[in-house]
């Protein structure tokens, strides 16, 4: 995990603005409306998900979410908070360090230049927090995750590993 600083933090903050931005813009002088409002919607619901996971009271959780793709990885992340009505105890530190283990063994077993996306969607309405993987792209080493997710028991309950194929994994954990 980076220590951002603030001017950092507000570089990649204006840096990915100017880009949807852009797009906007860009879309507007094509004069399509469709694509200016669908994208629109997207800053929306995106913004609205960066607020339920700054609300959530894990801030070393949300950093590692809220900073991934400002990095260099071989995958790009998106994620929903499905409630964030979170009023139990959680431990920031073991969340945090879980998810960036999950992240590096990730990044270890896929293709560096392949079109890699991982969607992560939380699910807080419980006694746990539950996480739904949905990753597409190019697995390199199937067995290296497989055995991850094998060695988590203790930490975590596997739900289901519905699927891990050279193009996709799909996973459902409770922490």
């Given amino acids: ?22 797009l906007i ?4 002088a094509l004069n399509k409306i469709d694509q200016v409002e669908r994208l629109v919607n997207e800053i929306v619901m995106e913004a609205k998900q960066e607020t339920k996971l700054s609300n959530l009271k894990l801030p070393k959780f949300a950093e590692i ?8 990885h071989p995958f790009h992340i998106e994620y929903e908070i499905m409630d964030e009505s979170c009023s139990w105890p959680v431990d920031d530190e073991k969340l ?6 999950f992240f590096e063994t ?8 392949a079109d890699n996306h991982l969607t992560i ?10 996480f739904f993987f949905d990753f597409s792209g190019t697995i390199n080493n199937k067995q290296t995750i497989e055995d991850w997710f094998a060695e988590q028991e203790a930490i975590l309950k596997v739900v ?3 699927e891990i194929s050279i193009e996709r994994l799909n996973a459902e954990v409770i922490l």
């Fill in 1 to 22: 995990m980076n220590n951002w600083t603030v001017v950092e933090v507000l570089r990649h903050a204006r840096h990915d603005w100017m880009n949807k931005l852009q």
């Fill in 25 to 28: 813009k860009g879309n507007l």
């Fill in 65 to 72: 979410l809220l900073t991934f793709n400002w990095e260099r």
């Fill in 96 to 101: 945090s360090g879980w998810i960036t283990a």
């Fill in 106 to 113: 990730l990044e270890n077993c896929v293709a560096s230049f």
């Fill in 121 to 130: 969607s939380i699910d807080l309405q419980d006694k746990n927090i539950r």
């Fill in 160 to 162: 289901k590993v519905d």
